[in-house]
């Protein structure tokens, strides 16, 4: 797992996939992953198909990452405010060209149970349950 390209291997700035994070736990298709420093690109490539990751900042869940079957991001829920909406997504691999207005959206049903899903799991982890 890493930024961009990681599908070929190396990001664009040169950087070999799965050197930018590295993972914490993987309770079915969600890998929960961390940056491995503070300038650490942002996840828009993986190598598994249709990939779920949660990035882990300070030990809590900051966002959920959705890949394709292309293996390119799809879209991103963040769980911080953003325009008065936490948590939203954007859609799209850039970040927000597949929303309907180019702004972040209110979270469907089924990214709200997946947000549910991704938290619990992470809580049981952190009690040292799973």
Do not use: C
């Not at 390209?5 to 969600?30: F, I």
């Not at 079957?69 to 970040?95: C, E, F, W």
């Not at 709200?112 to 799973?130: A, C, F, I, N, P």
Request: net charge positive; glycine share 10%; no cysteine.
């Amino acid at each position: 797992m890493g930024g961009r390209g990681a599908s070929s291997g190396t990001s664009k700035s040169g950087n070999a996939y799965g050197s930018q994070y590295h993972s914490v736990l993987t309770v079915g298709n969600v890998r929960y992953v961390q940056k491995n420093s503070k300038s650490s690109e942002t996840l828009m490539e993986t190598m598994t198909h249709g990939r779920v990751y949660a990035v882990v900042d300070r030990g809590e869940v900051k966002s959920v990452v959705y890949f394709d079957n292309q293996s390119k991001r799809s879209k991103q829920i963040d769980l911080a405010d953003h325009h008065g909406m936490s948590p939203h997504t954007h859609v799209g691999y850039l970040h927000n060209e597949g929303s309907p207005n180019g702004k972040p959206m209110r979270l469907s049903t089924d990214e709200r149970k997946m947000v549910d899903r991704v938290l619990s799991d992470w809580e049981q982890y952190k009690q040292g349950k799973t």
